[in-house]
Antibody
C-alpha cells in the first residue's frame, strides 16, 4: 500500500525557514518523480515543485523559485522541501504527491497524495 | 501559463441525479486534462487523466470528455460520497502545472 507522510510544518515568522519531509513507503521511491502541491486555507490547489526520480531535474513555480528547494534521499525514501524567506502568502497545507508514471517519464499526474502538513507564516 | 476556468463554482444536486462539471483552458491543451476530487479534510484524489482515462479504482459513473480547450467531467447517478470539490489540472504546457479553481458539488 502506497503511503506518503508529510512532516515539518508549523508556525514560523516571516523571513524564516522550514524544511518539510515526506516519508514514502509501499512503492519503489526512486522510480517515480515526486511533487509538492499546496493549498491555502479555504482556497484551491497550487503546484509548488516537482523533482525527477533520480533527483536530477527540478521544476518550480515562479512564486517560490529562488526561495524553495526540492530534494530527495532515495536511500531513505524521503522527499524534502526546504523553504526559506517565508512570506505570509506561503501559509498553506503542503502535500507531497507521487507521479503516476515510472521514471524517466514525469507525467505530473499525481496518483497518491499525503495528508498534508500545515505551514503558517505569521508574526 | 495555461489558465483553467471551472464552472459552475457550485453545483447543487440530489443523489441519483447526473452532474456535469466544466473546465475551459485559456489555450489548447490537447487531451492533457485531469480531474481530482477532494473531500473536506482530505487530500485530493486522482479521478480522470488525459481527458478520458479513469484512475485505478475509480467507479465507472465518473467519465470525462473534451479536447482542446473545453472539457467535461460527468458523474452519472450521484452517490452520497460524490459530494466534494472537483479540480481540473492541465499538463500540456508545464511548468507551471496549473489547476482550476474548483467546483463544489453540494447536496441539494
Amino acid at each position: 500500500e502506497v503511503q506518503l507522510l508529510e512532516s515539518g510544518g508549523g508556525l514560523v515568522q516571516p523571513g524564516g525557514s522550514l524544511r518539510l519531509s515526506c516519508a514514502a513507503s509501499g512503492f519503489t521511491f526512486s522510480n517515480y518523480a515526486m511533487s509538492w502541491v499546496r493549498q491555502a486555507p479555504g482556497k484551491g490547489l497550487q503546484w509548488v515543485s516537482t523533482l525527477s526520480g533520480s533527483g536530477g531535474s527540478t521544476y518550480y513555480a515562479d512564486s517560490v523559485k529562488g526561495r524553495f528547494t526540492i530534494s530527495r534521499d532515495n536511500s531513505k525514501n524521503t522527499l524534502y522541501l526546504q523553504m526559506n524567506s517565508l512570506r505570509a502568502e506561503d501559509t498553506a497545507v503542503y502535500y507531497c504527491a507521487k507521479d503516476l508514471y515510472r521514471s524517466p517519464l514525469i507525467s505530473v499526474l499525481l496518483d497518491f497524495w499525503g495528508q498534508g502538513t500545515l505551514v503558517t507564516v505569521s508574526s | 501559463e495555461i489558465l483553467l476556468t471551472q464552472s459552475p463554482a457550485t453545483l447543487s444536486l440530489s443523489p441519483g441525479e447526473s452532474a456535469t462539471l466544466s473546465c475551459r483552458a485559456s489555450h489548447s491543451i490537447g487531451s492533457y486534462l485531469a480531474w481530482y476530487q477532494q473531500k473536506p479534510g482530505q487530500a485530493p484524489r486522482l479521478l480522470i487523466y488525459d481527458t478520458t482515462n479513469r484512475a485505478t479504482g475509480i467507479p465507472a459513473r465518473f467519465s470525462g470528455s473534451g479536447s482542446g480547450t473545453d472539457f467535461t467531467l460527468t458523474i452519472s447517478s450521484l452517490e452520497p460520497e460524490d459530494f466534494a470539490v472537483y479540480y481540473c489540472q492541465q499538463r500540456r504546457n508545464w511548468p507551471p502545472l496549473t489547476f482550476g479553481e474548483g467546483t463544489k458539488l453540494e447536496i441539494k
